[in-house]
């Protein structure tokens, strides 16, 4: 079912894990053999993470204070290098992505195994920008709560560019990225904003 993915991931750490699985009162038969399998595996060293159950729960609890119409509509189920958050809806037809950069939602019509062999296979995972900002940033590898998030936000007219990257820790700059986005979001186009003090 996952051979393309396999053939071109390979698992470089993986976590111990409890068995976590009745944390969720229901989930799709293939995620709970998806994660059962692969939760808490870190594969081509940080590139991208699978969630554990417990894990899952968190960031699906974190990721609907920021966006609440997904409130009980979604099951994190792995995320990148980048700290984006990759969810499969209910149905197990939808596969949602979440992106701190811009905090912004994106969805694609998709299936689980679809989605792993298709589009992270196909490069959604941008691997060759991926290498090079982990070069930049003198790392060989990202650890499990590690991302490679920007220095200057997307939206605070930040460059996309290899330079504006650093090491963080996940949920930081998750909580870091939202508060700040919530802050400045209503202010009128053009706004000078001449710092951030952070607290």
């Known amino acids: ?7 071109t991931f390979n698992i470089t750490s993986k976590n111990i894990l409890e068995d976590d699985k009745h944390l969720f009162a229901s989930i799709p038969e293939k995620l709970l053999e998806f994660m059962s399998v692969f939760g808490g595996s870190t594969f081509n060293n940080g590139i991208y993470r699978i969630h554990s159950f417990a894990s899952s729960l968190q960031w699906s609890i974190r990721l609907t204070e920021y966006f609440p119409d997904y409130k009980n509509q979604i099951f994190p189920f792995g995320f990148d290098w980048m700290s984006r958050q990759f969810c499969l809806n209910k149905d197990n037809k939808r596969i949602y992505m979440f992106d701190p950069a811009t905090v912004e939602d994106f969805q694609l019509e998709k299936g689980l195994y679809e989605f792993h062999n298709e589009d992270i296979v196909g490069g959604v995972l941008a691997d060759s920008l991926f290498r090079e900002v982990l070069s930049f940033c003198r790392l060989k590898m990202l650890n499990y709560n590690e991302c490679l998030g920007y220095k200057i936000p997307l939206f605070l007219n930040g460059k996309d560019v290899v330079a504006n990257h650093e090491k963080l820790d996940l949920e930081v700059y ?6 700040i986005y919530n802050k400045i979001k209503n202010l009128p186009d053009g706004t000078r904003i001449d710092n951030i003090v952070l607290e």
């Open 1 to 7: 079912m996952l051979e393309p993915f396999l053939k």
């Open 174 to 179: 998750w909580h870091l990225s939202t508060q």
